[in-house]
């Protein structure tokens, strides 16, 4: 097996919120670490604004295909014009609000690692499932659309983010036990399918906090956090970066 090589990872969400006011805030005074990557997700019409930051930049969705009439979406060269180097896929609320399938997304996963962007590939089952305890099936299923898709090699070139959906903005973090078993589950099927997966970098998200995050990214396979309400606050989003380094 590979040397174990994996960079913790603290990457915010901001969703659609935020203010050109609060971004200036964080470029003038977010300060990222060498020990671990930063990344800031931001809604799109911001990212221009963004380029000075102390923090990688990326954007919360991008289109499966490269150009054309597609009105309203936003092409991975644009996004790569901007200085974009991440791009979250298949977050549960795009594919919930959009109706973004599987298949979708494995078609967006590929458009990116095309481009040579890296995706933030975003799993994880909704309340019924973790209820059924089917979770693992449940996210095995969303990663083998991606595999059928994008070959093996896919994994060289992704971050894979767990998200349980009845965690996301609500307040109810999966406990570090319940994170630790599943981003397990997801290591030992991706190194069934490339040896890289040991390298790969699994984010946690679901109401991570300045309180809660140090407890989660103790864990072996849980290697830092996607978070989302926490990132629109300074104080708290450094704190969480502080936790991952
Ligand atoms: P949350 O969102 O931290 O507000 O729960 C996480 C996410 O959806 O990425």
């Known amino acids: 097996m590979m040397a174990n090589v994996r960079k913790p990872m603290v990457a915010g969400n901001w969703k659609m919120n935020g203010s050109l006011a609060l971004l200036k805030s964080f470029t003038d005074s977010l300060e990222s670490s060498s020990t671990i990557d930063t990344v800031l997700c931001l809604p799109a019409p911001y990212l221009t604004a963004a380029s000075k930051g102390d923090f990688a930049l990326g954007a919360q969705d991008c289109s499966q295909f490269e150009s054309g009439a597609h009105t309203g979406d936003i092409s991975v ?3 790569k014009e901007l200085g974009v180097e991440y791009i979250i896929i298949g977050h549960s609320e795009r594919r919930q609000d959009h109706a973004e399938s599987n298949i979708v997304v494995a078609e967006k996963v590929q458009t990116v690692i095309n481009a040579g962007l890296i995706p933030i590939l975003c799993v994880g089952e909704p309340l019924e499932v973790r209820e059924a305890n089917q979770q693992n099936e449940f996210v095995l299923e969303q ?33 570090p036990e319940q994170a630790q078993e599943v981003h397990k589950f997801i290591r030992t099927e991706l190194l069934k399918w490339n040896s890289n997966a040991a390298n790969t970098q699994l984010l946690y998200g679901g109401s991570v906090n300045a309180s809660n995050a140090e407890a989660l990214f103790a864990n072996e396979d849980i290697d ?16 969480i970066c502080k936790a991952a380094g």
């Open 143 to 175: 990663l083998q659309a991606v595999q059928t898709i994008c070959g093996n090699e896919f994994i060289d070139n992704c971050v894979i983010a767990y998200e349980p959906i009845w965690a996301i903005g609500t307040g109810k973090t999966a406990s």
């Open 77 to 79: 060269s644009m996004l």
């Open 224 to 239: 830092g956090g996607l978070i989302g309400g926490a990132s629109l606050k300074l104080e708290d989003f450094a704190a």
